[in-house]
Every structure is written in structure tokens, then in C-alpha cells.
């Protein structure tokens, strides 16, 4: 479970990163950040796995206040939260495999658990065959399958995705997308950040909307995709559609505070 | 992860990264090879010095000249209360004669000129045989030297003395030189652990991502430059054997490089400057990284002036 109390962020110079955001999020629940560049979505990710501290509030992560852990003690926070992002992240002159298993290397887990467990993860991202390949061989959405698998190594209970699909095309963004579901489905509770307002509208479920740091909506959104299928059964769909302005989405009216400042404007 | 597994990663993560950042490594490796081999040099030098005249002082002696026309009954009695002295080992009594005999053999181009030289052209003298480590031989000099007999007391120990002082400035120097010169070669390792760290900041970031401790992130780096540092270390090792072998064959029979090549450093000091090039590079190493902030997470560095969102 994640929990927010009154949680800002500012940084020097005055600006906000977020403001004043009160949230729970559920174990196994899966959420979608959405709002404008800019809106906060990627600070409100590194303030959960303590990339960045809160100027005010609380968080709690599984019951454990993240703001106030020791630096000592983050390395031990990450490896229960798995995180991806738009530009993957992996490192250039290591392996499928050593990418995979660097945390299961630094656990100090034996190398032939090491070899299941990554054949094991990479299968599920469907990318066993591809072990010994090196990132630059791969596509983006090989790219990106091999930082989820990297994510999920440790079974984390947490995993973020700050815009996953953002340097993929319609068709590996869905295949990506419905991978995601997949593992979410499995009790992973998943944060997912994007702009893709297309991605939302198909797979629905919780919607938290940022705008200038503001928690501007919180509401669950029907999909149009049948979530109970699996990455292997999914049909083709049609592309994505980005559309920032999707009123659909943000059906809550911006806080009051908020309005009458756009009213003075 | 054990210790031994870590240690183990560290290993193959620096090989790694040395290999792969060859030229800067190279260059950490020669600066500390340099210093060490100077550094190194001056304590073979100062060495051999210091056995040359350790021998020399346990052949030297005091040698009492008496006055000509001196008889044999005062020699032997002056021979008589030197020896007495619990210090001294042996009395030897050289004659005239003996005297010329033994310029003559050591000296043999120059035996004509004490020809014509009158009756006693090399005065009597008594070798004295001391302990030079024993106290009281000033005194017990100046005792002889006030004899009316004796004209002069030859006492080795102010030469050897002055020969001791110039090889302990001489090591002293080099160790100077050798501590400055280190110390460059830590900046210089410093400097390209703190680039490979800079190269590789990205792969910090993710390192540190997934859950990596400081110990973990960190132990390559220090690995790296403490491998740099024994490579140093054994490189000027190697130099200065092959240095001294080929000072030994080709002035092997001249008297100063024979003597200050006379041996080589022993094992102790041999794995001694192997070990401090260790140490230095460990040093370098902790030095770079110990502010170093690697691609900080978990309070990252904030944007300045709030220029940009953190979007």
C-alpha cells in the first residue's frame, strides 16, 4: 500500500513538483498518472522510490515512511520496487542476462538460481531466446521487455513505469501495455505514468490526474480492453490515440482554491 | 552476497574496466611506477652505501703514530695501557720497517719515494682493533694523544661518520622525492577513478536503482585503483632489477657503481614497494570517490534555480 500525507514538493528556485497530495493507493491496484508535461507525474514516481525527498508530507510505502529512511536503507526500499522507463535504462555493456540478474547478483544469489530465475522472467517478457544479446542489438520494445523483466527479477511488490510506451510505436506499446496487465494481474501493484490518453481510455481502472503538482482527479475510468486477456491472446488493436485534452478522464472538477485562481486569471 | 563473492565482483568489474579504459590506466600506472622506481632507487643507492660502510667500519681502526726515535720499551708500553681498555679487541704493533713493506706492496708504483727518505720515513704506529659501539673511546683517545710519544691518533670514526651523514640525507631526499612523487601518482589515480566514475555515471544511476548499496557501487572503484597501484608498484619493481642487473654486468668492475649496485633489495623491501603502490592507488581511489557523489539518488541533486520541472 501506498499512503501520501499532505505531500509537496519544491524545488529551489520556488517551483512546484507537487502540492499538497493526500492518496492512498491499494496493494495490487493499478493506477495511471496522467497530466500534462510538466504536471508532476515523474516527481510524484521519485518521491515513492526516494529518488527525491518530500519538501512537506509523509509517505508511507508497505507501511514504511519512506521521507524518513536513512540513505543507507534506500538500496533495501528499491529492491522491493521494480521501476521502468520511456528510455529503458539498461546498461549498454552487459548482457540480456547480466542486465536481468544484477540485483540477484548483488543479493548474492547462487548462479544457477540466477540462470532459472532469469530464464524464468525473461520467458514471461518473452525474451528467454534472447538472453545472451546485448541492448543494442534489440528493438525498443525488446529494449523495454528486458527492463521490465529487469524490474520484476526480485518480485517486486511495487512496480513503476514512468512512461513505458513513450519511445515505442502503437503496436510494441500495447504489447508492452498488455504486459504490464499481465503482471499486475499476478498482485503487482503498478504505477504507471503517461500521456497517453488512447492507453487509458482501452485499459481503464484507476485514474489519478496531476496539473502543476495539483492532484486534480482521482477516479476509476471504465476500458475498453478485455482484461483478463493475456499478452499471448491479445488481438491486435488499433493504434493509440494521444490526446492530452480527453475530458473523459478528468471528470472531477479542479479544487476549489484552484478554480477561483483561474477565475481571478 | 558475501564477502568473498563481492570481493570477487570487484575484481572482475575493475579487470574490466581497466581493460577497457586502457590509455588513462596506463598513464595512472607509468605516473606510480615513476615514483616508486625514483623512490625505490634511492633506497638501493642509500642501501648499499649504508652495507659499504658498515663493512668499512667493522675493518677500521685506531691507529696511534709515535714520534720518531720513539723506543720499543715505550711502544710496548704504550701498547700495553691501550690495550687494557675492556674496548679493545686487538693491539697490533707495526714497525718501520713494516710500515714500508706494506706501502711498498699496496702502493708498489710509489715505493721509490721513501728512498732516500732517512732511517724511519714511515713512523712506527699501533693498530688498535675497538668495539665502536662501546662508550669511552674519545676519552680513552685523548688519553693516548697526550702522550709525548704520540704524534697523531688516526681515528676512522670521523669519516665514517661524515660518510653516515651524507647517505642518510641522501635517503632522506629520496624519500622526499619518492613521498612527493606518490603523492602525485594519488591525484593521478584520484583523477581517473573519479573519470572512469564520470563514464560510467549512467550505469551508476541504474546500479543504484535496482538496490545497490555504496559498498557495492563503490567496491570496483577501489579495487580498480588498488590494482593500479600494484601494478605500479611491480612495474617499478621490475625496472629497478633490470636497472641493477645491467648496472652490475657492464660497471660491474668499477668502484663506484660496483658499490652502489653492490645488492639488491631484499624480499622485504621488495614486497614493501609493491605494497605502498597498492596503498597509494587504494588511497586514490578512496580519495576520488569519498565526495563523489556517483549519480546521487535518494536525494537527488535538485535543479538549479528551479529552471526545469522534475518532468
Given amino acids: 500500500m501506498i499512503e501520501l500525507y499532505g505531500v509537496t514538493k ?34 510524484f514516481l521519485e518521491l515513492i522510490y526516494r529518488e527525491q525527498l518530500p519538501t512537506e508530507g509523509q509517505i508511507l510505502v508497505n507501511g514504511r515512511n519512506v521521507s524518513s529512511l536513512p540513505p543507507s536503507k534506500i538500496p533495501y526500499l528499491r529492491r522491493t520496487i521494480g521501476v521502468i522507463f520511456q528510455d529503458f535504462r539498461l546498461i549498454p555493456r552487459k548482457t540480456v542476462f547480466e542486465n536481468v540478474t544484477y540485483l540477484l547478483r548483488i543479493l548474492g544469489v547462487d548462479a544457477k538460481t540466477q540462470k532459472e530465475t532469469a530464464y524464468e522472467t525473461l520467458r514471461h517478457v518473452g525474451l528467454a531466446h534472447r538472453m545472451n544479446a546485448f541492448p543494442s542489438q534489440l528493438s525498443g520494445g525488446e529494449q523495454q521487455r528486458v527492463a521490465i523483466a529487469r524490474a520484476l527479477i526480485n518480485r517486486p511488490d511495487i512496480l513503476l513505469a514512468d512512461e513505458p510506451t513513450g519511445n515505442l510505436d502503437p503496436g510494441l506499446s500495447e504489447e508492452i501495455l498488455r504486459l504490464l496487465l499481465d503482471i499486475h494481474r499476478e498482485g503487482t501493484t503498478i504505477i504507471l505514468a503517461t500521456h497517453d490518453r488512447g492507453l487509458i481510455e482501452r485499459v481503464g481502472q484507476r485514474v489519478l490526474t496531476l496539473d502543476q503538482g495539483r492532484l486534480v482527479g482521482d477516479r476509476f475510468v471504465d476500458g475498453t480492453w478485455d482484461l483478463g486477456a493475456t499478452v499471448d491472446d491479445a488481438t491486435p488493436s488499433e493504434p493509440a490515440i494521444e490526446d492530452e485534452t480527453d475530458p473523459e478522464v478528468e471528470t472531477e472538477p479542479p479544487p476549489a482554491e484552484e478554480a477561483a485562481e483561474e477565475d481571478e486569471a | 552476497m558475501t564477502f568473498l563473492q563481492a570481493l570477487r565482483y570487484f575484481a572482475k568489474e575493475a579487470l574490466v574496466n581497466m581493460v577497457r579504459s586502457w590509455k588513462v590506466s596506463l598513464l595512472a600506472v607509468a605516473t606510480i611506477a615513476t615514483s616508486l622506481f625514483l623512490a625505490g632507487a634511492f633506497v638501493l643507492i642509500s642501501g648499499n652505501l649504508s652495507e659499504v660502510v658498515r663493512e668499512w667500519r667493522g675493518e677500521s681502526k685506531i691507529v696511534v703514530y709515535f714520534a720518531e726515535g720513539t723506543d720499543e720499551v715505550t711502544q710496548k708500553t704504550i701498547s700495553g695501557r691501550a690495550a687494557e681498555a675492556g674496548f679493545v679487541r686487538a693491539v697490533e704493533l707495526v714497525d718501520s720497517e713494516t710500515a714500508q713493506q706494506r706501502f711498498a706492496t699496496s702502493f708498489p708504483s710509489m715505493a721509490g719515494l721513501l728512498e732516500g727518505w732517512g732511517d724511519e720515513p714511515l713512523p712506527a704506529s699501533l693498530e688498535i682493533d675497538i668495539d665502536w659501539q662501546a662508550e669511552g673511546i674519545d676519552a680513552w683517545a685523548d688519553t693516548l694523544r697526550e702522550d709525548p710519544a704520540v704524534v697523531m691518533v688516526d681515528d676512522d670514526r670521523d669519516w665514517l661518520a661524515r660518510l653516515q651523514t651524507v647517505i642518510l640525507v641522501l635517503r632522506g631526499l629520496g624519500l622526499i622525492v619518492g613521498a612527493i612523487l606518490l603523492l602525485t601518482a594519488i591525484f593521478t589515480i584520484a583523477s581517473v577513478i573519479r573519470l572512469t566514475a564520470y563514464l560510467y555515471r549512467d550505469e551508476i544511476a541504474v546500479m543504484r536503482l535496482v538496490g545497490a548499496t555504496e559498498f557495492f557501487i563503490r567496491g570496483p572503484f577501489w579495487a580498480e585503483g588498488l590494482f593500479q597501484g600494484l601494478l605500479g608498484g611491480l612495474s617499478a619493481l ?34 614493501a614497494l609493491v605494497a605502498l603502490g597498492g596503498l597509494a592507488g587504494f588511497i586514490g581511489a578512496l580519495v576520488s570517490l569519498r565526495r563523489e557523489n556517483l549519480g546521487q539518488t535518494g536525494a537527488r541533486r535538485e535543479p538549479k534555480g528551479g529552471a526545469t520541472a522534475a518532468e
Fill in chain 1, 10 to 43: 519544491r524545488y529551489p528556485g520556488g517551483q512546484i513538483g507537487l502540492l499538497d497530495v493526500d492518496l492512498e493507493i491499494e496493494t495490487g491496484q493499478l493506477c495511471f498518472l496522467t497530466g500534462p508535461s510538466g504536471a508532476g507525474k515523474t516527481t
Fill in chain 2, 238 to 271: 621490475l625496472a629497478l632489477a633490470v636497472g641493477h642487473t645491467v648496472v652490475q654486468r657492464r660497471y660491474g668492475d668499477e668502484l663506484i657503481p660496483s658499490v652502489l649496485a653492490e645488492s639488491f633489495l631484499g624480499p622485504v623491501e621488495a614486497l
